[in-house]
């Protein structure tokens, strides 16, 4: 298994398209958001101090949870590649297991989508840097590295069951393309969630990624925010962090660090068994 995921890292990073068009969509926010979309936010806050600073941390906690979608769905270009290809049926006749061979699909995804998370996280913190930001602390990139672990882990289970219902490499491109420019409004990175109407919302707080941005904006955003509203009021902060959706409410209840992590974990095992069972039906 270890010898197949292998395999497939070195397919996947020799082939810099697939590399490029899994970042696609991190490309575009980064644009849209440095073009006009952080002018647009940052004049919204007013004169609160640091605003550029939170608006910056509050971007990045997005694109990490974004790129923990897109990098897995790029890498599990290679499983439907082979299958386009029949390149499967010789990788079937080899004295792999196809457990291992699944695994080895499963486990190149997974460790994909952290490297490129982490190189995500390293260009993204040079960025606040660079705008006069700070960067995070020992025991926060701890957090986030904890969390980029759980966030992949949940995007390669949803991503490995919407895969599987795939077998053509122009099928797959197209539907890459349409969930790399959904992604972001589903995170709420092009409009804060707090702007979208009430039933877009509710899709939002029940879709998997949408808690791995919740969960990295508070730890990303906390010294930021800390700072920017010190001696704000309560309510104040309460309001802000809603409307950004750094926090959720679902009804009259406040979506806890517990439960979005219990979501992320709950969809990932759901979808892990969805997705062996629609594999398994197929070969069938």
Request: glycine share 4%.
């Given at each position: 298994m270890i010898n197949f995921?292998?395999?497939n890292l070195l397919v996947f990073f020799k082939d810099r398209a697939s590399v490029f068009f899994s970042l696609l969509s991190v490309f575009i926010i980064i644009g849209m958001y440095a073009l006009f979309l952080g002018d647009v936010w940052t004049s919204s806050m007013g004169d609160v101090p640091g605003s550029r600073f939170v608006m910056d941390s509050w971007?990045?906690?997005g694109l990490i949870a974004v790129t923990s979608v897109t990098t897995t769905m790029g890498a599990f270009g290679t499983m439907v590649e082979d299958q386009s290809k029949k390149i499967i049926k010789d990788i079937r006749s080899s004295p792999l297991a196809r457990t291992s061979i699944a695994g080895g699909y499963i486990l190149s995804a997974f460790v994909i989508g952290v490297i490129m998370c982490l190189i995500?996280?390293?260009l993204c913190e040079v960025y606040?840097?660079?705008?006069g930001g700070a960067l995070l602390g020992g025991m926060q990139l701890l957090k986030v590295f904890g969390l980029?672990?759980?966030s992949t882990f949940s995007s390669t289970a949803l991503v490995l069951f919407f895969v599987s219902f795939f077998r053509s490499i122009n099928a797959f491109s197209i539907a890459s393309t349409i969930i790399g420019t959904v992604i972001g409004f589903l995170t709420g990175i092009y409009i804060p969630i707090g702007q979208l109407p009430n039933g877009v919302q509710w899709v939002i707080k029940f879709f998997p990624p949408s808690h791995s941005a919740l969960l990295l904006?508070?730890?990303i955003m906390e010294d930021a925010l800390k700072a920017s509203f010190a001696g704000a009021p309560a309510d104040v902060i309460e309001s802000f962090k809603e409307l950004m959706g750094v926090t959720f409410k679902i009804g009259d209840t406040v979506v806890t660090p517990i439960m979005s992590i219990g979501i992320l974990v709950g969809a990932g095992i759901l979808f892990l068994g969805?997705?062996?069972l629609n594999l398994s039906r197929?070969?069938?």
């Open positions: 995921m292998k395999r971007i990045v906690a995500a996280l390293a606040v840097l660079a705008g980029i672990l759980l904006r508070q730890v969805l997705s062996i197929k070969k069938k």
